[in-house]
């Protein structure tokens, strides 16, 4: 099916080891989301890998995307028995704006002893989640366009934070694309990085840039929402940490996601 | 001061943006521990990039380190006014043994809003922590040589817990380099890598090689020993995480990094 997803991460072949791609401006917050940009890049890696699922993915952030024509150069570094890397770097013009590690497995194939503490929060159902157009009015005055591609239900205690502030920088809510894609492993480096910054529920900040973004895919999801904690516990001199953790409709754990942002100032209202 | 440390990560320039190295013995647990390896890389990229401090790297581990010559190469990506980033891959023959991205800053530059949940664990003081070996019996027949240079001093909780095995995957402790060295940003990819793998905590299993480790320095250390706290959340079908704290003696968050890693059987007795 061509979802927007599928549409807006195609990558057509350009040379050896070369891809052209379009950004989009649909997955725009206040610029591209880092998520959907890590996403483009990971469709080149895709093409040329031979496991089928981003297992572990390292993405730094150069300078911020624009709309329209990109390029991706793909070095496979890598390709064994059970795990392929490759390094990507996204390019517009002269201008490198992300560079990539990911490395590659096929989820489905490994074995071995489980032993797992994380439990999933306990949330009402989706249709009784508010849904905020995904972002609070004190920072953006309308919905980013993402808003209308990912569908974000906070809990009623986040939601009451997003608006409240002074609450803990933490985040719970259900999450999925809202264009109808059955989920996969391809997803989920986006859909851990496309709720709202936990920071929101503490501060009345500006923007939050990523740095650096690394996502590990645990899991093939099963169908259904996931649910979604995200948490920052060390914000330092502007500077914070944000973790997500995405769990299956079946309470497995299927992705843990970290990333350094800056916390730029709010705006002069 | 020629530390350990210091000799064992020394590059010398051979050609653009090319650096010799050598892979040292004194680093090892099974093989050359990942966050030593790490700090050669990462010597290549101070010496290139013209910031400071790493901020954040990503390490992708490719294939086990022999000891003895490496090359790394770097590639400058990013030069901007707060921060730095460069790909560097590390060389043995013609085997690519460790991929990294690794962005710079001046930690000391930064302002902004800080608001810290993170607590450091509460220890005795680090004379009434047990000195293990470093490594718990049931793993190693013998220290490994990494204990040698890492001083690593279990709370009597985690002390006990990697000889009964059977608690959760949770270490805590005190560490430092046992050479001297006054801990600096630049040591702290190796310390949040240098302990046991937490999961020594909860199962009798073998080796714990790293597939990805992401580390994110926070603060430049001050004088004496650092916190730590280590602590594996998912293993799932033989693929961990593992999360590290690192505190300074002043309290504060100087490092958090995330790895993943493959959980090998425990050898036969």
Known sequence: MATPFVEDTRVVAAGAGRWDAQVSDRWDIAFPNGGYVLSVALAAVAAEVGHPHPLAVSAHYLSTCEHGPARVDVTVLKEGRSLS???ATLWQGDRARMAVLATYADLRASTGPTLVSLEPPSL???DQCAFLGDRPAANFSAPPPI???VDFRPSPATAQALVA???RAYLEGWIRLAD???LGAEHLPLLADAAPPA???ALATGWVPT???TVHVRGVPAPGWLRARIETRALIEGTLEEDCVLWDADGRVVAMS???ARVLPAAAP
Chains 1, 2 share one sequence.
């Open 180 to 182: 109808g894609d059955r």
């Open 147 to 149: 808003a209308s591609r």
């Open 85 to 87: 890397t490759a390094a």
């Open 199 to 201: 920071v929101f529920a």
């Open 211 to 213: 740095i650096e973004l």
């Open 124 to 126: 009402p159902p989706p």
């Open 165 to 167: 502030r002074g609450s």
């Open 258 to 260: 970290r990333q350094l």
